[in-house]
């Protein structure tokens, strides 16, 4: 999954580290190649072609490469989607997880199971469910998921955590909150937000805007996965969170406060949000209980939400030539997961 969002952060670092990075991705609708520009021609860094429910081109991957670790970021991620097509989610999210973990299963045991290999599965905190007010998911929260997607993403996470217990495959796990900053796919809310207002179109806030999320800069996100992937036990899961809660409308009303600063002749951005019908099953509010990863491994988020966010629009601000052709493509711009 190196050429989506998450995965091209952790692609980027990794490379620029001196990591000998095997990118692998199917190159559906959300990858974009140029989001390894930066890194891609690097010596220590390759590009392969597959879909992980491509059972042969993952052993063949395997076999050519010989890789020492497996981190697994290649999901469907869209929740609006997945509630349009939830097919698509089973088919990546599940029976996909399944290949990659036969597929580095039998790497691992015929390189005779060294003790050094590990499959990092990476998840969401929408796992668990839906929080109230008060409370924060922790490793040990029961799952409760409530969209096709999260449903999809639990049933991995059991994979993963079931190939440790009966194979002994060297695994670690995390769940993170929401992600966001540079190469977000534009379907996703920040994005939606700074390209809407850009154009003066209306800014689609689902319900009332109530919905409280975590928010993680993507790059801290980068850095935590690598962290937890060269320290983390066997076994052991970390959540990685942004420590930075925001009510929906408030995050947009900072964005449209940030835009209105950088592009005042838009101003005040605000009048563009519009309050639409609300998402089936829209989860009120997810929090990070981050105490396991900042005691056990010493990593702590380092762009605060406001910073993050004056970066985020700066780079959309700068980067056109990257969203522009984006924008094309299939359900960007549409409203989706209200057919239900």
Same mark, same amino acid.
């Given at each position: 999954?190196?050429?989506?969002?998450?995965?091209?952060?952790?692609?980027?670092?990794?490379?620029?580290?001196?990591?000998?990075?095997?990118?692998?991705?199917?190159?559906?609708?959300?990858?974009?190649?140029?989001?390894?520009?930066?890194?891609? @021609?690097?010596?220590?860094?390759?590009?392969?072609?597959?879909?992980?429910? =491509?059972?042969?081109?993952?052993?063949?991957?395997?076999?050519?490469?010989?890789?020492?670790?497996?981190?697994?970021?290649?999901?469907?991620?869209?929740? =609006?989607?997945?509630? =349009?097509?939830?097919?698509?989610?089973?088919?990546? @999210?599940?029976?996909?997880?399944?290949?990659?973990?036969?597929?580095?299963?039998?790497?691992?045991?015929?390189?005779?199971?060294?003790?050094?290999?590990?499959?990092?599965?990476?998840?969401?905190?929408?796992?668990?469910?839906?929080?109230?007010?008060?409370?924060? #998911?922790?490793?040990?929260?029961?799952?409760?998921?409530?969209?096709?997607?999260?449903?999809?993403?639990?049933?991995?996470?059991?994979?993963?955590?079931?190939?440790?217990?009966?194979?002994?495959?060297?695994?670690?796990?995390?769940?993170?909150?929401?992600?966001?900053?540079?190469?977000?796919?534009?379907?996703?809310?920040?994005?939606?937000?700074?390209?809407?207002?850009?154009?003066?179109?209306?800014?689609?806030?689902?319900?009332?805007?109530? @919905?409280?999320?975590?928010?993680?800069?993507?790059?801290?996100?980068?850095?935590?996965?690598?962290?937890?992937?060269?320290?983390?036990?066997?076994?052991?899961?970390?959540?990685?969170?942004?420590?930075?809660?925001?009510?929906?409308?408030?995050?947009?009303?900072?964005?449209?406060?940030?835009?209105?600063?950088?592009?005042?002749?838009?101003?005040?951005?605000? =009048?563009?949000?519009? #309050?639409?019908?609300?998402?089936?099953?829209?989860?009120?509010?997810?929090?990070?209980?981050?105490?396991?990863?900042?005691?056990?491994?010493?990593?702590?988020?380092?762009?605060?939400?406001?910073?993050?966010?004056?970066?985020?629009?700066?780079?959309?601000?700068?980067?056109?030539?990257?969203?522009?052709?984006?924008?094309?493509?299939?359900?960007?711009?549409?409203?989706?997961?209200?057919?239900?």
């Amino acid at each position: 999954g190196g050429m989506g969002f998450i995965g091209s952060a952790v692609v980027r670092q990794a490379v620029r580290e001196g990591v000998d990075v095997v990118n692998l991705d199917a190159m559906t609708y959300a990858a974009c190649a140029a989001n390894v520009a930066s890194v891609s @021609n690097a010596p220590n860094h390759v590009f392969v072609r597959a879909d992980l429910r =491509d059972r042969s081109a993952l052993d063949r991957a395997f076999a050519e490469h010989a890789p020492d670790a497996v981190m697994h970021l290649a999901a469907e991620s869209h929740v =609006d989607r997945s509630i =349009d097509g939830p097919g698509d989610f089973v088919d990546t @999210n599940i029976t996909g997880t399944y290949n990659l973990l036969e597929a580095a299963r039998a790497h691992w045991q015929a390189q005779g199971r060294p003790e050094g290999f590990r499959f990092h599965h990476v998840s969401t905190d929408e796992v668990f469910g839906s929080l109230g007010a008060t409370g924060q #998911f922790t490793e040990t929260t029961p799952y409760d998921p409530r969209s096709p997607y999260s449903a999809s993403k639990a049933a991995s996470d059991h994979l993963v955590r079931a190939w440790h217990e009966t194979y002994g495959l060297p695994v670690v796990m995390t769940n993170c909150s929401n992600n966001y900053g540079p190469f977000h796919f534009p379907e996703k809310l920040i994005p939606v937000v700074i390209l809407n207002a850009l154009h003066g179109r209306p800014i689609p806030v689902y319900g009332r805007g109530e @919905n409280v999320r975590d928010w993680l800069y993507v790059e801290d996100h980068a850095d935590a996965l690598l962290t937890v992937l060269r320290r983390g036990p066997v076994g052991r899961s970390y959540n990685i969170g942004g420590e930075n809660e925001a009510r929906n409308v408030d995050l947009v009303r900072t964005i449209c406060a940030i835009l209105d600063r950088e592009r005042p002749a838009g101003a005040p951005h605000a =009048d563009l949000i519009a #309050f639409v019908e609300d998402r089936p099953g829209h989860d009120a509010r997810y929090a990070i209980d981050p105490a396991r990863i900042r005691a056990e491994l010493g990593w702590r988020p380092s762009v605060t939400l406001e910073q993050g966010l004056e970066k985020t629009v700066r780079w959309y601000l700068d980067n056109e030539d990257w969203w522009r052709p984006l924008l094309d493509r299939t359900g960007v711009g549409e409203r989706l997961g209200v057919g239900s």
